[in-house]
DNA sequence: GCATGTTTGTAGATCGGTCTCCGCTTGTAA
DNA sequence: TTACAAGCGGAGACCGATCTACAAACATGC
């Protein structure tokens, strides 16, 4: 039926290659104690001539596969790219390879297909997925979590400082004279399902400001319905309001871009403020010029390599690293038409 | 040292409660023959009891390991994204399960780690490896290639009428009334490393276009070097000459993004026609509003897939699929000015 | 010279599945 | 009744590594 797949060269076609045992090969491959210099030159040698390189899928039963597994929520999302940078930066010179593991849907299934003995070890950017069950996943393997504000028992977590970051939107918005500002965030929905995600903090501090400066009547949060086209509406709602705001916080970048178009769309651009949040490399382009969050994505994601790296190295205490925020005004905040 | 790792479920766990054989088991959840309906029932229900996820190591070792891989060049390019999203609704009711190498620096490692037993078949994106390499790949494990002209033996193809997309550009171009246009295109080194990737295409499209409108003097074909800052030199290069083009088409959408920028930067922005390719998702957004070729991205990662999963199930014939494009016409392409 | 270590290499169990072959029942045709 | 096929379930080899235990060789100290 199907042609027989050239079978590839195994540890024991080296060995016999070499003249040695195939355990002596497995040592030589993972450095471990107790191989002499000749020995470890000639089966190198043989390696070489074969062109061997050991199975993952064996390794992986006895040991280790040395495949680190990146769940990623949703693989369009522009600050995905910063965190799988970052990662693949921290993993370079180690025997370890990243593998990313897109989830379409239900994240919970996603991690559970990583967790089957596929990697050594899962960094997870899913917000919707709650920490009993990740104390569980952690049990069986090495987890660290992005942009989790959890308290964790058996896993570690890396995460912006939401709480600075916006702060400093909030303050930047407030100086530059705006009253009636909105706040754009995820749906209730998710927000229900977990406890404390990036966004509740967001949404938190957005509340705390507006009530410290007397704004709580002007106080309005909308929220995304999942899609571009839900933001569109959303934005729509708030440009139709009796008395619309001057300046919309979105929850992120990707929801701003589609906030900015929405004004665009209504010929406000220039009129209505919008911030950001992530510095994505888009918000950086002339012609979007967007005022951001930079929170580190690139650092975010080789602090999570890193960290999951010291656990793999035997480290049992667990980690929480909070990463620090800078604003970056942009066109797309001005101060208010008076 | 490291904490025990709960030993997961086992496939004799199952067995033993179920009080069959691990074959039995086995049987079952491959949906084997030989399993009458009570046998059935007892193990699904054990299965259930216990939680068991069948381990993929194990299971890659001697049979399948239900993944496929599928490499790609750069996570930030916003074509990328097309392909994903139409991989993973293509796999989405099979027992598969996608997973993405990012490739960080040479694409060959990357492709021989996925091939060390992880995955099941591969999809990859890489323009820089040379068919005869890719030919001993496919001799190992099944391979789809998008983006690839070349005429494989042992490999399937997936990939858009860059003639015709590079066609569509052209004509419109001309049309509006340009006869300087610039073309902005991947750097000599990739081009020459292998035989026909779709920029050799367009480029020759681009040349030939000229030529038959008699433009061969103002033929100007400049190269981005890698990074986004070899696009903004090359961009700051063609304005800089003594007789700028008037209209710009760039390689792919995300050097057409810095084209814009520079263009912007420049001040010339609405003077300079740009257009760019693959109809990503920024060529949309109003403030952008960038003249794309839609090479229907997301379609032909789902070919890519489909045609993997028939090759699993056995084909042996290639099979090159070419996918339709459509120019989309934005503001950002408009007569010169007189 | 002998007991004791230290290196160096190997044998063989093991990981958790898949898959081939084989035997036991049953049903059915001769 | 006998023969044969089809259906069902299990025994056990096997995939390609890792890893523990152990043996052989060699050095060292007294």
Same mark, same amino acid.
């Given at each position: 039926?199907?042609?027989?797949? %050239? ?15 195939? =355990?002596?090969? $497995? ?7 107790? /191989? ?20 993952? !899928? ?19 999302? +522009? ?35 990583? *967790? ?19 104390? @569980?996943? !952690?049990?069986?393997?090495?987890? #660290? ?13 890396? /995460? ?7 702060? *400093? ?5 407030? *100086? ?9 965030? @995820?749906?209730?929905?998710?927000? &229900?399902?977990?406890? #404390? ?6 949404? !938190? ?5 507006? !009530? ?17 086209? %839900? #933001? ?7 440009? &139709? ?16 871009? #589609?906030?900015?178009?929405? /004004? ?8 209505? $403020? /919008? =911030? ?28 999570? &390599? ?17 990463? &620090?925020?800078?604003? +970056? ?10």
């Amino acid at each position: 039926m199907s042609i027989t797949r %050239g079978r590839s060269v195994t540890i024991s076609d080296v060995a016999r290659t070499a003249g040695v045992s195939r =355990a002596a090969v $497995s040592k030589v491959i993972r450095n471990a104690y107790g /191989v002499s210099p000749g020995m470890r030159q000639r089966v190198e040698a043989a390696i070489e001539e074969l062109g061997y390189r050991p199975s993952v !899928a064996a390794r992986a039963l006895r040991g280790s596969s040395y495949r680190l597994g990146l769940e990623i929520p949703y693989v369009s999302g +522009r600050f995905m790219t910063q965190i799988v940078d970052g990662a693949n930066r921290a993993v370079a010179d180690t025997p370890y390879q990243l593998v990313l593991a897109p989830a379409d849907g239900p994240e919970y299934s996603t991690l559970e297909s990583l *967790a089957d003995g596929l990697v050594d070890g899962i960094i997870a950017v899913s917000p919707r997925v709650d920490p009993p069950w990740l104390e @569980e996943l !952690a049990r069986r393997v090495p987890v #660290v979590m992005l942009g989790r504000h959890d308290d964790p028992e058996g896993y570690d977590t890396v /995460v912006g400082d939401d709480e600075a970051g916006a702060g *400093a939107v909030m303050d930047h918005l407030l *100086a530059l004279g705006h009253r009636r500002i909105a706040h754009l965030t @995820e749906p209730e929905a998710v927000a &229900a399902e977990t406890p #404390v995600t990036p966004h509740v903090v967001r949404v !938190a501090v957005y509340r705390r400001r507006m !009530a410290e400066a007397g704004l709580t009547p002007s106080i309005e949060v909308a929220r995304w319905e999942d899609g571009d086209s %839900g #933001v569109r509406e959303a934005t729509a709602r708030l440009l &139709a309001l009796p008395e619309p705001p001057t300046a919309i916080f979105a929850g992120h970048d990707d929801i701003a871009l #589609v906030v900015l178009a929405g /004004v665009a769309a209504a010929g406000r651009l220039g009129e209505i $403020s /919008v =911030a950001g949040y992530d510095n994505t490399d888009m918000s950086q382009h002339p012609l979007i010029d967007l005022t951001s969050v930079d929170q580190q994505g690139v650092e975010m994601g080789a602090q999570a &390599a890193t960290m999951l790296l010291e656990r793999l190295r035997g480290r049992t205490e667990r980690r929480q690293h909070v990463l &620090a925020t800078s604003l +970056r005004i942009r066109g797309s905040t001005r101060p208010p038409r008076t």
